[in-house]
């Protein structure tokens, strides 16, 4: 499964903003870290502020910050508001497979949405800091 650019950008940035909890950020610092384009990072950031997971502050000095904590911030909600994800409870029975595929692919898709409601940034940050622990001390036993 692949999600669009702007969604993956969006959670990056999110992660970046819920990693330095206790300073702003900057559209410049992220996007050099995580190689984004400053203009389209600045969308992203003013959509994300718009939905209400970012707060900003203009200005010198400015940048932005979690809106409400990682721990309430859902994955799914994110990904729902940048993926234009589509399914059907249409079913054609004029064909073979006219109900069942359409059945299939909606079952599937609430698997999807549910998996990605259960899980929070916090999640994803906790998940972060533990490839990180491993990479560190990796780094120590082949040094």
């Given at each position: 499964m692949r999600i669009n650019v702007s969604t993956d950008y969006a959670i990056r940035t999110l992660l970046f903003a819920g990693a330095h909890p206790s300073r702003l950020v900057t559209v410049k610092e992220v996007a050099e870290l995580q190689l984004i384009s400053e203009n389209h990072l600045m969308k992203i950031v003013w959509i994300l502020?718009?939905?209400?997971?970012?707060?900003?502050?203009?200005g010198r000095g400015g940048g932005f910050?979690?809106?409400?904590p990682a721990t309430l911030i859902k994955v799914g909600e994110v990904v729902l508001q940048f993926e234009k994800m589509m399914h059907s409870t249409d079913a054609e029975q004029s064909y073979m497979g006219g109900y069942a595929i359409p059945y299939v692919m909606d079952k599937a898709y609430s698997l999807f949405i549910d998996?990605?409601?259960s899980s929070t940034l916090e999640d994803l940050l906790r998940i972060e800091s533990q490839k990180n622990d491993e990479v560190e001390v990796f780094e120590t036993f082949s040094s």
């Open positions: 502020s718009k939905l209400g997971f970012l707060h900003t502050v203009r910050k979690l809106a409400k998996s990605l409601q």
